[in-house]
């Protein structure tokens, strides 16, 4: 599995294990901070790393597709992807669901709120994203051709970079992975019962 998540923690058995690992994307010398926070096994010791990727060039606002949010198309892609971020395939729970599960569960901990900090883990983790793979904001459209489920931690991590930039594949280049799952979408009635 790719990895370019940021504020995740990355666990390895010790440092010799993560220079090995890491040694040509973190640059300590880089000016982009990933917020990486890094574990060695077996010991209390963390490192923060910085990924040497430059800033994203932008192209002007008016070239830009007028249409920047994917909220039009986001269930078809949601559906075509089979509720899985095509980024690292975790499973996504359809936006419908959770919002009806907070309703019912009716609990001051378990929110999605307005800012990163009063969202509760699980909900920012299985929350799907239709995310622009070639960026809006370097000229990508806002259409199913160029959309991709994905969970919150890789848009986030993806930012406005290209997975060209990152050294990700490019989710469109393969087939979403389908099977039963569909983000909870069968279950909403029997929610709505209780």
């Not at 010791?45 to 986001?74: F, H, V, W």
């Not at 975790?90 to 009063?118: C, H, M, V, W, Y």
Request: glycine letters at 6%; charged letters at 25%.
């Amino acid at each position: 599995m790719e990895c370019f998540i940021r504020n995740f923690i990355y666990v390895y058995r010790s440092k010799k294990c993560i220079t090995n690992h890491w040694r040509e994307i973190f640059d300590p010398a880089a000016q982009i901070f990933l917020n990486s926070n890094v574990m060695y096994k077996d010991s209390n010791e963390t490192d923060n790393y910085i990924c040497n990727i430059p800033k994203p060039q932008l192209i002007d606002e008016e070239l830009r597709d007028k249409l920047r949010s994917p909220r039009k198309y986001q269930n078809k892609v949601f559906e075509r992807d089979g509720y899985k971020c095509r980024y690292c395939g975790i499973r996504l729970i359809s936006q419908e669901f959770i919002k009806l599960f907070i309703k019912n569960l009716d609990s001051p901990i378990f929110q999605k709120g307005a800012t990163n900090l009063s969202v509760h883990g699980i909900i920012i983790n299985t929350w799907p994203v239709a995310d622009h793979v070639f960026p809006w904001n370097m000229g990508g459209q806002t259409n199913l051709e160029n959309l991709v489920s994905s969970c919150g931690s890789c848009n986030y991590g993806k930012d406005g970079y290209t997975c060209e930039q990152l050294g990700i594949e490019d989710p469109l280049l393969r087939k979403p992975i389908l099977d039963k799952w569909d983000g909870l979408l069968s279950r909403i009635n029997e929610l709505k019962r209780v």
